[in-house]
């Protein structure tokens, strides 16, 4: 089945810079590659996501970019903002439903 | 936007007694699933349910378990019994489509506390 990995498990960058977080799916199959955040004791917030007929997708200061060759994608976020500070789950869907996850990474923006 | 309802946000419940996780998903979506999250660890597919059968399920998804939508009504996780290893957060998700018009909302979770 697939297999999502999220290569970063903490990243730290100062506010005002990019932050970017990669992750490699195994599944040729997959089309659909949405991004969640979740703050501290809270659920999954959906942020942005990208489908397997583009390879770029931005969104005001959020940046997908997709490597379908590579099965690489990854997220990016320019000019951070404390409020930026979450986990950031990376996924992976084919059609069969399934939303795959990554293992996160822990994004600290600091002052 | 589509808001998935989860009820109750907390449940503590002894272990071996039988604990049902209600889900109110968004009102025209098709497909529902569960996840669980033990604390700061990954989201695990649990299930996932299409016209009132299971598609799906992982490994994680135990004889114990169950799911059911009747009659359009919340989308149920069943657990019976429950042991201690179930504590986690269960999230639970729907989605119109499948492929490409797969955008899953997902709810706030239920924390399970099994003591």
């Known amino acids: 089945g697939e297999k999502v990995e999220q290569h970063e498990s903490t990243l730290s960058v100062r506010e005002g810079d990019s932050a970017v977080i990669n992750c490699t799916y195994t599944?040729?199959?997959?089309?659909?590659f949405p991004w969640y955040k979740q703050e501290a004791g809270k659920s999954l917030h959906f942020v942005i996501d990208?489908?397997?007929?583009?390879d770029r997708k931005q969104s005001q200061r959020l940046i997908v970019l997709l490597d379908k060759k590579a099965k690489r994608f990854s997220l990016h976020i320019t000019a951070t903002q404390p409020e930026d500070s979450a986990i950031y789950f990376c996924?992976?869907?084919?059609?069969?439903?399934?939303?795959?996850f990554g293992t996160g990474t822990r994004l600290q923006v600091l002052p | 936007g589509p808001k998935v309802l989860q009820i109750p946000s907390h449940q503590i419940i002894d272990m071996g007694q039988m604990v049902t996780l209600n889900c109110d998903p968004v009102?025209?979506?098709?497909?529902f699933y569960w996840y669980k999250q033990i604390l700061g660890q990954q989201m695990e597919f649990l299930v996932n349910?299409?016209?009132?059968?299971?598609?799906?399920k992982s490994k994680l998804f135990k004889d114990q378990f169950s799911v059911e939508r009747p009659d359009g009504s919340y989308f149920t996780l069943k657990i019976q019994p429950t042991a201690l290893e179930d504590s986690a957060v269960y999230f639970c998700?729907?989605?119109f489509g499948q492929g490409w018009n797969t955008e899953v909302f997902f709810g706030k979770g239920t924390r399970l506390t099994v003591v």
């Open positions: 998700a729907s989605s």
């Open positions: 599944d040729t199959a997959s089309s659909y």
């Open positions: 990208i489908r397997s007929n583009v």
């Open positions: 996924a992976a869907s084919s059609n069969t439903n399934k939303v795959v």
């Open positions: 009102s025209n979506h098709l497909y």
């Open positions: 349910f299409y016209n009132g059968k299971v598609m799906e």
